[in-house]
């Protein structure tokens, strides 16, 4: 019992770190265009991550659960899954790279379980859905950022400048909830999947082959909670890449990118696909920024995040087979 508490603390922590690191996602775009102050932006978003549990069925959670085949998952897998991902996520933290806590998570599952196993205990289909996303989730927050600049500059660009900023000031209130209410829950529920993983290894849970477990409503109250006191913590060296560096943007670019990476995160979540809420509202801002001039986004800054991407999976899944390998070697139960 006391290993299982170890993990699930391990597990939280997690959760808390990926709202740390990832508050830049929520809140960029609001301190960007100083439509809130650093401070009232993350209160803001850390509520919303909280309550969106609201709002969303446990697909993801489930999902996560069992993309490790139950009879191979442990305590020391999940456990050497979990500070393969802490440690990349600090390291990326360290070095201002938004990169994907969501995709080293995985990265950090898959690694020990293979190590462990072999990829025939991987849920194929989850880590090919997964990848698929990892290209379609920015693409579609960068094509949806852009029609709805688009549409906004057609409906108000002939009214001025002072009052179409009043009034997407205040709109850009509504689109910063929405994409952390996104946020939440897609993000708070990768944690519940690993502590439900951790619960079916240990027997304190039970599901058949194939099928998603039930998620204890602890468990959801329990994620939503650490990582909304992650974001409300916040990550200021990451806020900085993804609000000044990528583009410049105003409360209306801030508007578009925040409601389209909302609408990819919905989407996301209601199929059931744990995304990159990071690579998601960067293609946003992206494709919200290029529209009044190509030039204005910074496609450099925008290479380093996107290689950032590409190593996310690789680096999590290598630290957590060196830690999953270590442990072994150590004596830990497998």
Known sequence: MEALIAIIVLALVFDFINGFHDAANS??????????????????????????????????????????????????????????????????????????????????????????????????????????????????????????MRIV????????????????????????ALYSIGHGGNDAQKTAGIIVAALLATGHLSTQAGVAPHVPLWVILSCHAAMGLGTLSGGWRIVRTMGMRITKLAPVGGFCAETSGAITLFMATELGVPVSTTQTITGSIMGAGSVRKFSAVRWGVAGRIIWAWVLTIPGSALLSALTYWAAVKLGVAP
């Open 27 to 148: 809140i960029a775009t609001v301190v960007s265009t100083r439509v809130l102050s650093p401070r009232f932006a993350v209160a803001w978003a850390a509520f919303f991550n909280f309550v969106a549990f609201l709002f969303f069925e446990t697909k993801v959670a489930g999902n996560i659960a069992k993309g490790v085949d139950p009879s191979a998952a442990s305590l020391t897998l999940v456990g050497a899954g979990l500070v393969g991902a802490i440690l990349w996520d600090l390291l990326t933290w360290w070095w201002a790279l938004p990169t994907s806590s969501s995709h080293a998570l995985l990265g950090g599952l898959a690694g020990a379980a293979v190590v462990k196993a072999g990829f025939g205990v991987l849920d194929s289909q989850l880590f090919i859905k997964t990848g698929i996303f990892i290209v379609l989730a920015p693409v579609m927050g960068m094509v949806i950022g852009a029609v709805l």
């Open 153 to 176: 500059m057609q409906l108000f660009g002939r009214r001025a400048p002072s009052s179409i900023d009043r009034n997407f000031r205040r709109a850009q209130l509504v689109s910063a």
